[in-house]
């Protein structure tokens, strides 16, 4: 399904059978100037069989502007990162509730994880209890970008994003947190 437009930012569900990536691949029906990032997804019957066609995850996830770096929860919840009007900042992490079979209105995550700079490559756990990020230009960062978690508190808030110490972040360029087992993946 890939290989003529830029798909990028892939996340696996954790039974191995979806796909979500961002792509500008173009959508039926919607003239755009400009090919911009929507959240898209392939399926298959198990592991062994090959992916459907890709899916446009539609209104009112995507929009004329940019949708990137999907993270779904065991609940469907979607995060992912957006640049949109009306944001804390120049790109934002974002979750879109899955209920019903159905995404809602996507809103932008509390200002313990969301500021006035850049947010971006989240990683949520199943359970939605803890969430890793890049973050971008932040006053305690040791490079161009560094990652952050952030967990939830008995309530279901979201706290301060702590930033990780060194030797995970370093002077470079921290980004795309990825862990299924325990184990930090990330570039």
Known sequence: FSGQFMDIEPF??????????????????????KPNYDIWKVNRASLISAWSSPVNLGKPVNTEADEFYPS????GNLYFTAQRE????????FISHFKGGNYEAPESLPEAINSSGYEFNAFVDFNESYILFTGYGREDGLGGG?????????????????????PVNSNSLDYC???FDGVLYFT
């Open 12 to 33: 696996l569900s954790k039974d191995g059978l979806t796909l979500y990536f961002a792509s500008n691949r173009p959508v039926e029906g919607r003239k755009a100037e």
């Open 72 to 75: 779904i929860a065991a609940s």
């Open 86 to 93: 009306g944001t804390k900042g120049k790109e934002d992490i």
């Open 146 to 166: 560094d990652l952050y978690i952030s967990r939830k508190n008995e309530k279901g808030e979201w706290q301060p994003a702590r930033h990780i110490e060194a």
């Open 177 to 179: 947190p990825y862990t």
